[in-house]
């Protein structure tokens, strides 16, 4: 069973910055073979897609939705199982609580769509507020 704890979450001002991390845990099996996501929610709306980074084997690719591309930016470390998003230039729209997702057979094609996803965290929850 893969176990996902994220952490990093507050409050903070718009224009601010935030750094997410997801520890990855799981007897027998290697971190570096699972696609890493998050995703967001925010009340009253539907879970929305962030950003994803694939295995190894998928050549570590990163993809972002549009509303974060060029503000977020996902990366891991192998060494300590953990992903992280670090998140710049917050705006109060990025208010929500995130996600950290994980799975072993994810397809590109596929990542946007969180039902496709087999492991989750908790959450974290992001204030964006003046």
């Known amino acids: 069973q893969v176990q996902l704890v994220e952490s990093g979450g507050g409050s903070v001002q718009p224009g601010g910055s935030l750094r997410l991390s997801c520890v990855f845990s799981?007897?027998?099996?290697?971190?570096?073979?699972?696609?890493m996501g998050w995703f967001r929610q925010a009340p009253g709306k539907d879970r929305e897609f962030v950003a994803a980074?694939?295995?190894?084997?998928?050549?570590?690719?990163?993809h972002y939705s549009d509303s974060v591309k060029d503000r977020f930016a996902i990366s891991r470390d192998n060494a300590k199982n953990t992903v992280y998003l670090q998140m710049n230039r917050l705006k109060p729209e990025d208010t929500a609580v995130y996600y950290c997702a994980a799975d072993s057979r994810i397809i590109l094609s596929s990542l946007r769509d969180g039902a496709n996803w087999d492991y989750w965290g908790p959450g974290t929850q992001v204030t964006v507020s003046s």
């Open positions: 980074i694939r295995s190894n084997s998928g050549g570590g690719s990163t």
């Open positions: 799981a007897s027998g099996r290697s971190f570096r073979t699972y696609t």
